[in-house]
């Protein structure tokens, strides 16, 4: 019933960028606090960046503050996260997630289980 659709993942050279997109079914959208994980083999699925349904709240991991952000599009169902000066440790499957409101203020929004909907993943290379 509710799916969620990533894009925009590819190769890119260390210093690059890369826009993701992930797109949500549904009229519900706006209501949703959305997420970005990523994953590599091996290893957990990590947090990224959180934006909560009210849109003035925005969390990042360390690593990538000041280099990616997120931000989302209501009127378009859609959740983007733009990627600047990528480095190679940034290559991995980037999945978008969604928590349907109402959300409790102490929920972090930092780990899977504070969702309920992913998309499948795309994939960021960054080379060297």
Known sequence: ??????????????????RLSCVVSGPTFSRYAMGWFRQTP??????????????????????VKGRFTISR???????????????????AVYYCAGRFAPIPGSLPLTRQRDYNYWGQGT???VSS
């Open 1 to 18: 019933q509710v799916q969620l659709v990533e894009s925009g993942g590819g190769l890119v050279q260390a210093g690059g960028s890369l």
């Open 42 to 63: 091996g290893k957990e699925r990590e947090f990224v960046a959180a934006i909560h349904w009210s849109g003035n709240v925005a969390v990042y991991e360390d690593s």
């Open 73 to 91: 599009d209501n009127a378009k169902n859609t959740v983007y996260l733009q990627m600047n000066s990528l480095k190679p440790e940034d290559t």
């Open 123 to 125: 994939q960021v290379t």
